[in-house]
């Protein structure tokens, strides 16, 4: 039987500043630190208010999380249309506060099977998006696609970086340079050499 309780709007700033405090504890302590109490605290706010906006716990995971998906195929997409889109997509692999959020979401899905729906859902997305991107470029630049098909391209630049990140973040660093440096020489024959940051406005 479903509940009538009223459910907070999904725009409401309350309900942001929730979802941040929870992404906030996720990176910082562990998925496993959430909870209603730890995430109004973080928020200042009263933990009664977390079940006014979200029913359950899973429900606060998955807003967070698709919150997070729709933020991060937005900009996957402004970077596969860039004309540095391999370069593009090693460089948002790097982050390494995306990557420690992925972990903990990977971390849960072992025992929240709602996400590691959402996780597979995203996933695939991502890799369809990729894959099509990577197949006209690599085919612009006259790569044997038989060689070099799109979509390993696409597994190993991601989970390349995601491995390198997760390694960092228990202190290994054996191989780490020597790897990039070896990505880094593929990716100039491919895409071209870095391109300087563009200047901020205002700047001199």
Same mark, same amino acid.
């Given at each position: 039987?479903? $509940?009538?309780? !009223?459910?907070?709007?999904?725009? $409401?700033?309350?309900?942001?500043?929730?979802?941040? *405090?929870?992404?906030?504890?996720? !990176?910082?302590?562990?998925?496993?630190?959430?909870? %209603?109490?730890?995430?109004?605290?973080?928020?200042?706010?009263?933990? =009664? @208010?977390?079940?006014?906006?979200? !029913? +359950?716990?899973?429900?606060?995971? @998955?807003?967070?999380? =698709? &919150?997070?998906?729709?933020?991060?195929? *937005?900009?996957?997409?402004?970077?596969?249309?860039?004309?540095?889109?391999?370069?593009?997509? /090693?460089?948002? %692999?790097?982050?390494?506060?995306? +990557?420690?959020?992925?972990?903990?979401?990977?971390?849960?899905?072992?025992?929240?099977?709602?996400?590691?729906?959402?996780? =597979? !859902?995203?996933?695939?997305?991502?890799?369809?998006? =990729?894959?099509?991107?990577?197949? &006209?470029?690599?085919?612009?630049?006259?790569?044997?696609?038989?060689?070099?098909?799109?979509?390993?391209?696409?597994?190993?630049?991601? %989970?390349?970086?995601?491995?390198?990140?997760?390694?960092?973040?228990?202190?290994? $660093? *054996?191989?780490?340079?020597? +790897?990039?440096?070896?990505?880094?020489? /593929?990716?100039?024959?491919?895409?071209?050499?870095?391109?300087?940051?563009?200047? +901020?406005?205002?700047?001199?």
């Amino acid at each position: 039987m479903s $509940s009538n309780r !009223r459910i907070g709007l999904e725009q $409401s700033k309350t309900r942001a500043l929730l979802l941040d *405090a929870t992404e906030t504890v996720m !990176r910082e302590e562990g998925y496993a630190a959430v909870s %209603s109490r730890r995430v109004a605290s973080r928020a200042g706010l009263k933990p =009664q @208010l977390v079940h006014y906006y979200f !029913r +359950t716990m899973d429900d606060l995971f @998955l807003a967070l999380f =698709q &919150r997070r998906t729709d933020e991060g195929l *937005a900009r996957h997409a402004q970077a596969l249309e860039s004309d540095q889109p391999l370069r593009a997509m /090693w460089e948002i %692999s790097r982050d390494p506060e995306g +990557t420690a959020v992925i972990m903990e979401f990977s971390a849960l899905a072992n025992h929240r099977k709602v996400i590691a729906a959402e996780i =597979q !859902r995203y996933g695939e997305k991502l890799r369809e998006m =990729q894959t099509t991107a990577f197949t &006209r470029h690599l085919a612009a630049r006259g790569v044997d696609l038989e060689l070099y098909p799109p979509a390993i391209v696409s597994v190993l630049l991601t %989970s390349l970086s995601l491995f390198l990140r997760m390694e960092d973040g228990v202190g290994i $660093s *054996a191989g780490h340079a020597e +790897t990039e440096a070896l990505v880094e020489r /593929w990716l100039s024959q491919i895409d071209g050499a870095p391109r300087p940051p563009k200047p +901020t406005a205002g700047a001199e």
